[in-house]
């Protein structure tokens, strides 16, 4: 299985045990990946589940090239429990990389925000050039779930999104803050074996303000440290991600 092309497709596209694949899919199979006809890859629904596929040509020949479904397969790759990134937006196009590699680890859903020194404003194109990025890098590290990138919010916004979820005492809130002695996010995260879900936030260059940090503690989250030296705003969600998955990782058991 390892050695076949996987392609995420939208849950919409299947009708039975067939695919109908888009015009851009159809270049991707046939000219990126140089599949042709009868051979097999592998379709992912970016909800969960793959199959093992046949390419097939449609006898109608109107819609070009379909997939037909021959085999679930049954894979776990996903971390245990939901994990949610509220980014500060980067300057430039760094917020790609985060996409990329927050995939790459295992995020569940990433929230992008506004805060008091973000720098930039999203167009309204950059989701779609996101959710892409997602896609690509969910197959290509054997994903299940393609992450969901929501619409850019202000900070505020975001807080109150996850306001209400502090009624379960199990789900946890992070807010990654450089300077200062805070708590190690390692230590917190191996002082609470019974996670559900967590919520991780980091800033923008500029780090957040005092008042964005007061908000986000009145809303349950925890300020957190991530190690004594200054990271960037594009490497502090990484770091952070890579703590939270191999803890998951560790206690629960890989693969199990
Ligand atoms: N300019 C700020 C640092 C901003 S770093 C300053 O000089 O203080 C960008 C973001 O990365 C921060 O808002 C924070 O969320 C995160 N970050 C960077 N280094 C960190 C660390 N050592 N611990 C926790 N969070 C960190």
Same mark, same amino acid.
């Given at each position: 299985m390892a050695d076949l092309q996987r392609l995420a497709i939208a849950?919409?596209?299947?009708n039975r045990e067939k695919v109908f694949l888009t015009v851009e899919q159809d270049h991707y199979l046939?000219?990126?990946?140089r599949l042709e006809v009868g051979e097999k890859f592998i379709v992912m629904d970016g909800e969960g589940k793959w199959w093992l596929a046949k390419l097939t040509l449609d006898?109608?020949?109107?819609?070009g090239l379909t997939a037909v479904l021959e085999q679930e397969i049954l894979i776990q790759n996903e971390l245990p429990i939901k994990v949610i990134l509220i980014c500060a937006l980067p300057k430039g196009n760094n917020f790609d990389e985060v996409v990329r590699q927050s995939t790459e680890l295992g995020v569940t859903q990433i929230l992008p925000v506004i805060s008091s020194r973000t720098l930039l404003q999203p167009s309204p194109q950059k989701l779609k050039r996101w959710h892409k990025i997602a896609t690509e890098a969910a197959e290509q590290s054997e994903r299940q779930v393609v992450p969901k990138i929501r619409e850019t919010v202000e900070y505020s916004v975001a807080l109150s999104l996850f306001? %209400?979820?502090? !009624?379960?005492?199990?789900?946890h809130k992070y807010i990654c803050v450089a300077r200062?002695?805070?708590?190690?996010l390692l230590e917190s995260l191996l002082d %609470?074996?019974? !996670?559900e879900s967590i919520v991780i936030a980091t800033g923008p260059e500029g780090g957040w303000t005092d008042g964005e940090i007061e908000a986000a503690i009145a809303t349950g989250f925890q300020v957190v440290s991530l190690g004594k030296r200054i990271l960037r705003a594009v490497t502090a969600p990484i770091v952070a991600l890579s703590l939270v998955a191999a803890i998951l990782e560790r206690s629960r058991g890989v693969g199990e």
């Open positions: 849950s919409h596209q299947i046939r000219r990126v990946l006898i109608s020949g109107k819609t306001e %209400n979820e502090n !009624l379960s005492t199990n789900y200062n002695s805070y708590p190690l %609470n074996s019974k !996670l």
